[in-house]
């Protein structure tokens, strides 16, 4: 559910900018246009229609990391983020860290995923890693399976900030730039209600949000 400490912790010895040259490796898009993505992890859930309606309202689309486990209760749901021109990709299928498993448990977890999402996505779904812990070994193993790896590069923190006003402030275009991808997550009231001002802001600096495919297809 939440981003562990093992992405952070690597990133004290593997700079972002290292991370940003590794072919398959996605943490931030091209610094040449004014767009952004916005990722939620963890669903689908009861709360997906609210999130869907929501950014409905706002025009905008998004990336929706989905655990197996919750796509295989809820594939009418999976069906409806395609339908209304979101992204969906893999968070594994039960939310255990990849780092604990062996190379044939971590493609089992992608591999079922996979089912779960059914025909609605064509190729290797991109991987979101659980908790966000990856290690070199995980990453090989990953990219050797042709999966693309899909980090981020703004974390909104909302597993721990359940204040709009301080999700707002975090996601601020103060702290935004061109190319980042922003991380939130779905089954939380609070990150669905801070999305509209968070969204008219970043718009209103002037961004654009897109899918986290279209962003680095640019």
Known sequence: MYPGIVLRSLR??????????????????PASGRRIALTFDDGPDDLTPMYLDTL??????????????????????VREYIRRGHQIASHGFDHRR??????????????????????????RPWVRPPHGSIDATTIVSLLAAR??????SVDSRDYLDRDVASLAATCAPANIGNGDVLLFHEGQHWTL????????????????????HDLFAA
Not at 56 to 75: I, K, Q, S
Not at 147 to 152: E, F, N, P, S
């Open 193 to 212: 209600n801070a999305l509209p001002r968070i969204v008219s802001a970043l718009h209103g600096a002037g961004y654009e949000l897109v899918t986290m």
């Open 147 to 152: 999966y693309t790896v899909a980090l981020w």
């Open 98 to 123: 990849f780092t604990g498993l062996s190379r044939g448990e971590l493609l089992a977890q992608c591999a079922r995923t996979e089912v779960a999402i059914g025909g609605q996505v064509s190729g």
């Open 12 to 29: 004290t010895y593997v700079k972002d900018a290292v991370f940003d040259r590794v072919p398959g490796l996605l943490r931030k898009g």
């Open 56 to 77: 409905d309202d706002l025009g905008v689309p998004a990336t929706f990391f989905v655990l197996g486990e919750n796509a295989e209760r809820h594939p009418e749901t």
